[in-house]
């Protein structure tokens, strides 16, 4: 029987054969296959001391949840402990884009006969690709940064030349104000970026803080951002893989450090979030959804999370199937496309037969509703299905499919 403690998609991973890991956009993530080791999401109660006995890595967050790495054959030991009480994989994370200031009627709480609300005494957090933090806009008259504390996840720490995490955090380098300022007072870019070498490659998180928190100091004062005045907090997600997109476990250190430093400075925070993904049933209940409902709770934040940027892309839909009825749900793939994933959520008690029918008409099913993991080949796919049970946290169903090549798809 399949483990209640662990979410579904774990345990379907867990299960499967490392090279189907490997050709799943969502089953390899947070597998390291050289060591066999996984690092994961836990929340539990209690105290974490027998999870430090098992765990090769531990990273403790506020209230009451982990992130951990810990081998693949210690995980049924982790499940075992009574303090855990659930467990998640990593998902991936990809961009969103945020809107402007005149459709969020940001002008009018700017007026300065009405409110005059423009960021002053609050930080704001951008947690996204870095930011270029020389720019103007992130700058004071006198040159100074605006930006109280930065974290890179992606750099590699260097003690020797005091580039270290945050403390508490085992991966990333921290830069303070002060740092920042020497920076920006180096006689050439080359040592600029010596002394704070993080950079925001992609400029998306440069444009979200633009948004947000710009003064409009390189722009001649034409395009200022919602709080001009605030002070930051900047991180910039990392990803342990080469080329690979940030993961939710990331972003949930990424959180956790936002809020613990706005504590320290002893500031409300407002926390952007531009990152996001499509997987899970969206009604609340994972792990990495229910810390964000606990951490805005926690101290003075404010939680902004980036939504329906998808727009009419299609890639969820939704209905009511009656009692012998039929839903044909169809699929678009782009050609050349490695897998896909599908899930489908619905309520546990209800039951339901599930078929797959390919371009060229062949049928699979229906499927027989039998928990746990199941295998089909059709043509050059390989099909996982995974029925799955209800979660201590989720009283939904479950049904993960993977669609993969049996063969590269690009032969």
């Not at 799943?24 to 027998?50: A, M, T």
């Not at 006995?53 to 030991?77: F, G, K, M, P, T």
């Not at 970026?193 to 992609?202: A, H, K, N, T, Y």
Request: proline share 5%.
């Amino acid at each position: 029987m399949e483990d209640q403690k662990l979410e579904n998609l774990l345990n379907l991973a867990l299960g499967a054969m490392e090279e189907e890991r490997e050709k799943s956009l969502n089953l390899d993530v947070g597998y390291h296959p050289i060591d066999r080791e996984w690092e994961l999401i836990i929340k539990y109660s209690g105290n974490l001391d027998q999870v430090r006995a098992l765990a090769i890595q531990v990273v403790e967050l506020q209230n009451e949840y982990a992130i951990i790495r810990i081998n693949q054959s210690r995980i049924d030991l982790l499940s075992d402990i009574p303090e855990v009480e659930y467990i998640e994989k990593p998902k991936r994370l990809f961009f969103q884009i945020a809107n402007g200031k005149r459709v969020s009627c940001i002008n009018e709480v700017q007026d300065t006969r009405f409110l005059d609300l423009r960021g002053q005494g609050v930080l704001v957090a951008i947690i996204d690709s870095g930011i270029d933090y020389a720019n103007e806009d992130f700058r004071n008259a006198d040159g100074t940064t605006r930006i109280r504390v930065m974290w890179d996840q992606s750099l590699r720490p260097n003690a020797d030349e005091e580039k270290n995490p945050p403390k508490g955090y085992r991966m990333g380098v921290e830069f303070t104000e002060e740092q920042i300022n020497r920076a920006l007072e180096a006689d050439s870019s080359e040592e600029r970026r010596r002394m704070v070498p993080s950079q925001d490659i992609s400029g998306h998180g440069t444009a979200v803080a633009g948004i947000a928190a710009g003064n409009g100091r390189g722009s001649g004062n034409l395009y200022a951002g919602v709080a001009p005045e605030s002070e930051l907090i900047v991180v910039k997600m990392g990803s342990p893989m080469p080329d690979g997109f940030p993961r939710t476990t990331e972003l949930m250190q990424a959180m956790d450090y936002v809020v613990r430093k706005a504590l320290e400075f002893r500031m409300p925070v407002a926390i952007n979030l531009s990152f996001g993904n499509t997987y899970g049933s969206h009604d609340g209940r994972s792990l990495v959804e229910r810390y964000i409902d606990d951490l805005s709770n926690f101290w003075k934040s404010v939680i902004c999370v980036g939504t329906g940027n998808e727009a009419a892309s299609a890639g969820h839909t939704s209905g009511r199937i009656i009692s012998e009825g039929e839903e044909t749900i169809q699929l678009a793939i782009q050609s050349r496309q490695s897998s896909i994933s599908i899930q489908i959520w619905k309520e546990y008690t209800d039951q339901i037969e599930i078929s797959i029918i390919n371009p060229s008409g062949v049928r699979v099913g229906p499927v027989p509703e039998i928990l746990g993991p199941h295998r089909f080949r059709i043509g050059q796919t390989e099909i996982l299905l995974y029925y799955g049970e209800p979660s201590p946290y989720s009283i939904s169903q479950e049904i993960y499919i993977d669609l993969l090549p049996v063969e590269s798809y690009l032969t």
